[in-house]
């Protein structure tokens, strides 16, 4: 079992910065591919960005790419999304998410575990 928690949510003005973060905890983190998506309201859940346990590339949707940066601290058992150039449609809650899957599933289904989100709102 994998516990997730997300952190780091809030409202923020167009065009600026938040950082939010991930900790896993319960079973090892080894060998998990880690992934961001988010929910709108009234929306289906979609898939941000995922990176792979080790090496490999780490994946972005189109609509986030060169705005949003995944990164992982394998020793500490964290994750972060660093979003910038925010955009009113980025207002969703935002969950991260563990899969036992090689590479970097987009699919919610591939993933196990889930935290329980954070909100994150973008005024314009």
């Known amino acids: 079992q994998v516990q997730l928690v997300e952190s780091g949510g809030g409202l923020v003005q167009a065009g600026g910065s938040l950082r939010l973060s991930c900790a896993a905890s319960?079973?090892?983190?080894?060998?998990?591919?880690m992934g961001w998506f988010r929910q709108a309201p009234g929306k289906e859940r979609e898939f941000v960005g995922a990176s792979p346990w080790s090496g490999g590339v780490t994946t972005y949707a189109d609509s986030v790419k060169g705005r949003f940066t995944c990164s992982r601290d394998n020793s500490r058992n964290m994750v972060y999304l660093r979003m910038n150039s925010l955009k009113p449609e980025d207002t969703a809650v935002y969950y991260c998410a563990a899969a036992a899957r090689v590479g970097v599933p987009k699919n919610p289904s591939d993933y196990a575990y889930w935290g329980q989100g954070t909100q994150v709102t973008v005024s314009s």
């Open positions: 319960g079973r090892t983190f080894s060998g998990y591919a």
